[in-house]
């Protein structure tokens, strides 16, 4: 149980283009899905967190017209970056928290996607 | 806001030495601290987690203690074998119930397990 998928794997694309990526959970509902991104070598960085039905909130220095985020149903959120830069290549990873009564601390990662903007 | 300092960055043993990974928080009201384990190119998986209501868990090779008194919590891995060679990173949130609250990360540890 507790399975988070993300699509696609890994983007290559032109600069100034726009990339969208997904994150659903598979066998639960989430109310809460977080989005990171990761450069080689280095800890998680937390970018945003998407609450089902309402915005996404951003951590400080991430450009939320940059980075939209759409959490529109419990199973599916989606990051997209748009007008890319070479600057944003990086390994996005989004997580998940099954929803519950209680306590939802748990969180399951994605298998992450792999951007490369030339 | 919630800091967590992990040590060491790097750490090498031989296989079926003992690993432990030590983690420091700031924020006294964290209850919930998990440990991630990534290998390269993939997700963190989760490994084991505690909560601030008890001191330790272990799960067959892996253990977790936590000093709330001090702010830290650790990482055992006994009998350490090749295939747990991977980055270890620990992490730090507060939950009362509710709506899922953010994690923060540890700088990670690059665990390297000689055969």
């Known amino acids: 149980g507790a399975v988070v998928s993300q699509h696609p794997s890994r983007v290559i694309c032109k600069s100034g283009t726009s990339v969208k990526i997904e994150c659903r959970s598979l066998?639960?509902?989430?109310?809460?899905m977080f989005w990171y991104r990761q450069f080689p070598k280095q800890s998680l960085m937390l970018m945003a967190t998407s609450n089902e039905g309402s915005k996404a909130t951003y951590e400080q220095g991430v450009e939320k017209d940059k980075f939209l985020i759409n959490h529109a149903s419990l199973t599916l959120s989606t990051l997209t970056v748009t007008s890319a830069h070479p600057e944003d290549s990086s390994f996005y990873i989004c997580s998940a928290s099954p929803r519950s009564g209680g306590a939802t601390d748990t969180q399951y990662f994605g298998p992450g996607t792999r951007l490369t903007v030339l | 806001g919630e800091n967590v300092e992990q040590h060491p960055s790097t750490l090498s043993v031989q296989e079926g030495d003992s690993a432990v990974i030590k983690c420091t928080y700031s924020d006294s009201a964290s209850n919930y601290f998990p440990w991630y384990k990534q290998e390269l190119g993939k997700r963190p998986q989760l490994i084991i987690d505690i909560r601030s209501n008890v001191g330790e868990k272990k799960d067959q090779r892996i253990a977790v203690t936590l000093n709330k008194t001090a702010k830290h919590f650790s990482l055992h891995i006994t009998e350490t074998q090749p295939e747990d060679s991977a980055v270890y990173f620990c992490?730090?949130?507060?939950?009362?119930?509710?709506?899922?609250?953010?994690?923060?990360f540890g700088t990670g540890t690059l665990l390297a397990v000689q055969p």
């Open positions: 992490a730090a949130t507060m939950n009362y119930g509710g709506a899922t609250n953010k994690l923060i």
């Open positions: 066998d639960f509902q989430a109310t809460t």
